[in-house]
């Protein structure tokens, strides 16, 4: 009878862990999402399986006459080799530079697979640093201070703002279009929670966010790391927010 039973466990368990290999593997194949956004920027977001369920996670790319600039890698290791074959497809570019916003592998992942293709790759570095220290896949190049990037012609800004969501996080700004790619410094106006705040500045991060409606006092969108973009400064405002909102908890 008890080894009945043992068999039975035994059998659930391996059938449980076919299914979420199953579904698994299906969310490694399947999800890789390009939005267009405004002029030559799209937004392509990967999934990975957290918590049970698949977690959205965005990065940009804009496409000039010199080539494809990415910011952030896709966290979907899988998507490495369809992300450049959309992108060929899709605009007849190779992807030529690749800059990355903070440490964590959301951003990192596919930093070794694209300089192995010929991209440049580049990180603040703060971020060269704490990858090595974190094991993360690093940059094979670094900025010492703001800098901005021109390709094709196009204006591409990193900016560190303070320490937020982790201490090495930078926003890049697309001034031709007005779009401040926040990465993870930035909540979604979906999101109700900070989200992991295992490596994050809660003290600084309200300023940080203070920092940046300085800056750029006009906006035509904001993309987070993770979940919806908006128009406007809504998710600034909105991470304010849910910090006095976490300060209050
Ligand atoms: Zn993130």
């Not at 790319?61 to 966290?75: C, E, N, Q, S």
């Not at 060269?128 to 993360?136: G, H, S």
Request: charged content about 25%; some cysteine; hydrophobic content about 35%.
């Amino acid at each position: 009878m008890k080894k009945f039973t043992f068999e039975k466990i035994i059998k659930m368990k391996y059938l449980l862990s076919l299914l979420l290999w199953v579904t698994g593997v299906h969310a490694q194949h399947s999800k890789l999402k390009i939005n267009h956004l405004s002029g030559n920027i799209y937004i392509y977001t990967t999934y990975k399986l957290f918590s049970g369920s698949l977690f959205p996670s965005n990065s940009l790319y804009m496409v000039t006459d010199d080539g494809v600039v990415l910011i952030d890698t896709p966290w979907d290791e899988a998507q490495f080799e369809p992300l450049l074959d959309s992108i060929k497809k899709r605009h007849s570019k190779n992807v030529v530079l690749c800059i990355v916003t903070h440490y964590h592998d959301d951003r990192t992942a596919g930093l070794e697979f694209f300089r192995k293709r010929g991209i440049a790759t580049y990180s603040s570095k703060p971020t060269y640093d704490l990858c090595a220290e974190y094991k993360e896949k690093q940059a094979a190049h670094y900025f010492t201070k703001d800098t901005t990037f021109t390709v094709g012609g196009y204006k591409i800004d990193t900016f560190y703002p303070g320490e937020g969501h982790t201490k090495d996080n930078i926003t890049v700004w697309f001034a031709k279009d007005k779009v401040l790619y926040g990465g993870c410094l930035v909540k979604s106006v979906e999101n109700n929670s900070l989200g992991y705040i295992g490596d994050a500045n809660l003290e600084a991060w309200d300023d940080t966010i203070e920092t940046l409606l300085e800056k750029y006092p006009r906006i035509a969108y904001v993309i987070p790391g993770h979940f919806g973009w908006s128009k406007g400064r809504k998710s600034l405002k909105h991470t304010i927010k849910l910090l006095r909102k976490h300060e209050e908890d």
